[in-house]
Structures are given as C-alpha cells and as structure tokens.
C-alpha cells in the first residue's frame, strides 16, 4: 500500500473536522536554526488544496514560522 495515500488520508480524516466546525488552527515551525530564504517554508496539504501550498510568515522575524487555517 502506498504510504503517502496513508500519510494524506490519515491527515484529512484529523484536519477536516476542524476545517468544518469553523475553529482556527494555526501551524507553527521554528526555523531558527535552519537557513531559510526569504520565501520562508510552505504549508502543503495535499492534493485538496493549492498546488504550491500556502506560505507561512515570520512577522515578527524570531525564526519561528506560522500560517492559520480558518
């Protein structure tokens, strides 16, 4: 069996829940200690959802990245 359609699978039966009951959720990943260009990382979230992911930020500009679903 393929283990990315257990990987996407397992992910869309624990985030759909959330994405319908209308509660925010927010991703973060400390990249401090990485290089990181100025794009930053992305949030990819399988083949549901747009192709080159969604772009996390760094507001504040402490390493740690962060996007929220809503």
């Given at each position: 069996?393929n283990?990315?359609?257990?990987?996407?699978?397992?992910?869309?039966?624990?985030?759909?829940?959330?994405?319908?009951?209308?509660?925010?959720?927010?991703?973060?990943?400390?990249?401090?200690?990485?290089?990181?260009?100025?794009?930053?990382?992305?949030?990819?979230m399988?083949?549901?959802?747009?192709?080159?992911?969604?772009?996390?930020?760094?507001?504040?500009?402490?390493?740690?990245?962060?996007?929220?679903?809503?």
């Amino acid at each position: 069996m393929n283990i990315n359609l257990i990987k996407k699978t397992l992910f869309m039966i624990l985030l759909c829940p959330v994405l319908v009951s209308g509660v925010n959720v927010t991703f973060n990943v400390d990249m401090s200690q990485e290089d990181v260009e100025n794009e930053g990382p992305t949030l990819w979230m399988g083949f549901f959802w747009p192709e080159p992911g969604f772009v996390m930020t760094d507001d504040d500009q402490d390493g740690v990245w962060s996007y929220t679903v809503d």
